[in-house]
T-cell receptor, first 117, second 110 residues
Framework: GENVEQHPSTLSVQEGDSAVIKCTYSDSASNYFPWYKQELGKRPQLIIDIRSNVGEKKDQRIAVTLNKTAKHFSLHITETQPEDSAVYFCAASNPLAGGTSYGKLTFGQGTILTVHP | NAGVTQTPKFQVLKTGQSMTLQCAQDMNHEYMSWYRQDPGMGLRLIHYSVGAGITDQGEVPNGYNVSRSTTEDFPLRLLSAAPSQTSVYFC?????????FGEGSWLTVV
């Protein structure tokens, strides 16, 4: 089955710096890769996603890149702000797994990002 | 729309007790699921359902039961609580690839 590895587990940056979180996946059939942000005590919320037919996607200060050949994808946050402090989860969705038309979504272990003012 | 609502938000149980975490969604989503979140483990799928009357096991189903009698409701039952079930539980519904999480239930088993 799919295995998603996420690194680093914790990341500390100064306000204004960039932050990069990397994920690798094992199943080449996975074709959808979302990123979730979870603030302390809150629910995970989707912040950006990318499909396998695209190599990069940007939304203001956040971007995601995908390397299908190497089976890894990354979240890039530029000009970090204290409100970016949260736990970030990557995930990979395999439409052919799980035995249903929904496929199977597998999450990474999470990265605790701390942005120091 | 209220989205996905789950109760209770906090619960302390004694080992061996049983309880039910309630989950409801008003978006008419066929797919619903329960995850548990533990430090360093990410979100792990407990059980899921692709429609009323249909449930299946996820990655970590032991010690939990579910049922899906209606499209809206998907309760999670802990049969005999164990300290290893201390965790944060998230109910979620799904439309295509988009997941909508509930606010979470913090469960402590002592």
């Amino acid at each position: 089955g799919e295995n998603v590895e996420q690194h680093p587990s914790t990341l500390s940056v100064q306000e204004g710096d960039s932050a990069v979180i990397k994920c690798t996946y094992s199943d080449s059939a996975s074709n959808y890769f979302p990123w979730y942000k979870q603030e302390l005590g809150k629910r995970p919320q989707l912040i950006i996603d990318i499909r396998s037919n695209v190599g990069e996607k940007k939304d203001q200060r956040i971007a995601v890149t995908l390397n299908k050949t190497a089976k890894h994808f990354s979240l890039h946050i530029t000009e970090t702000q204290p409100e970016d402090s949260a736990v970030y989860f990557c995930a990979a969705s395999n439409p052919l797994a799980g035995g249903t038309s929904y496929g199977k979504l597998t999450f990474g272990q999470g990265t605790i990002l701390t942005v120091h003012p | 729309n209220a989205g996905v609502t789950q109760t209770p938000k906090f619960q302390v149980l004694k080992t061996g007790q049983s309880m039910t975490l309630q989950c409801a969604q008003d978006m008419n989503h066929e797919y619903m699921s329960w995850y548990r979140q533990d430090p360093g483990m990410g979100l792990r799928l407990i059980h899921y359902s692709v429609g009323a009357g249909i449930t299946d096991q996820g990655e970590v189903p032991n010690g939990y039961n579910v049922s899906r009698s209606t499209t809206e409701d998907f309760p999670l039952r802990l049969l005999s609580a164990a300290p290893s079930q201390t965790s944060v539980y998230f109910c979620a519904s799904r439309s295509g690839n988009t997941i909508y999480f509930g606010e979470g239930s913090w469960l402590t088993v002592v």
